[in-house]
């Protein structure tokens, strides 16, 4: 009978999985690869839930735990950025080729040999399981120093919200000031995409609940909320934006968002369902 890839490697993990669509998460043990030359081993700390990780429990996707941080408890022969007792933090990503044109600029995420965080195949056949475990392993290239002023439980979530809602932000000129960006859905991304954008823009909110109107402009300092299931708050608003991040993940009307924006500007849409696609 052959050796799976998992059982050849020595060192035990102690995690969680979801075995079963019904998304409840029981014990798991398993192994993780020998600390390479390059890489860097450290110790979970916290591990923040992402949406993807409930589609993932529930079997919809493959992709999980991958808002990990902790401390270094081991580097490789040629680690060059890390030693042991680092804050250190890892994202979406554990891998790529790091030879096509996409890793060369940057963009790794787009590489076709990624290998995500969780519930992909590194390059040496054994399965990656994310950061719902004790400890964890990677290449220091996807390795992130974690700020001493920011505390690890609550910043975990920026290694997937934060950065997927600061990136368009940036890429497309929107973190300038005296720029209007509209944010539609209050919940994860939501909030997050209403802090980075409000360091320098004017923030205007959609929501179908007017139940989020304190939380956007009270606790989030929103300048703007509107209901857009009011016919006249978003008539009042037309034409007037920069741009519009879209976070939410349920089937809701496009139109009505896009005459929102002002002449050559965009909408982006930083959630997935599998309906969108059809």
């Known amino acids: 009978m052959a050796t799976s890839p998992e059982s050849e490697h020595p060192i035990k993990a102690y995690g969680y999985a979801a075995r079963a669509p019904s998304g409840s998460l029981s014990p798991l043990v398993f192994s993780r690869r020998a600390t390479g030359e390059k890489d860097v081993r450290f110790k979970v700390l916290y591990c923040g839930i992402c949406h993807t ?12 735990k991958h808002e990990i941080v902790g401390v270094v ?10 030693k042991v007792g680092d804050k250190v933090g890892v994202g979406y990503l554990v891998g790529s080729c790091r030879s096509c044109k996409n890793c060369a600029s940057d963009y790794e995420q787009y590489c076709p040999k990624q290998v995500a965080t969780g519930g992909f195949t590194y390059f040496d056949g054994t399965q990656t399981y994310g950061g719902y475990s004790d400890h964890m392993v990677s290449d220091e290239h996807f390795v992130l120093h974690w700020p001493e ?5 609550s910043g ?3 290694l997937c ?7 368009p932000l940036r890429y497309f000129g929107l973190d300038k000031p005296g720029t209007k960006v509209g944010v539609v859905g209050l919940g994860g991304l939501g909030h997050i995409a209403v802090k980075m954008a409000k360091l320098l823009a004017e923030v205007t909110v959609f929501s179908t609940s007017m139940a989020k109107k304190q939380e ?19 008539k009042a608003a037309m034409g007037t934006l920069d741009g519009i991040i879209d976070t939410v993940s349920a089937n ?10 002002q002449h050559m500007e965009s909408l982006f849409f930083l959630e997935y369902h599998r309906n969108h696609l059809i």
């Open 53 to 64: 990780d409930l589609h993932l429990a529930k079997n919809d996707w493959g992709i999980t």
């Open 73 to 82: 408890t081991e580097v490789g022969s040629k680690v060059e950025k890390f």
């Open 149 to 153: 002023n920011l505390p690890l439980d």
């Open 156 to 158: 975990a979530p920026l």
């Open 161 to 167: 919200a934060g950065i997927t809602t600061y990136s």
């Open 216 to 234: 956007a402009i009270e606790g989030l300092k929103a300048d703007h909320f509107i209901n857009s299931r009011d016919e006249d708050q978003m």
């Open 252 to 261: 809701h009307p496009i139109l009505p968002l896009l005459a929102h924006l």
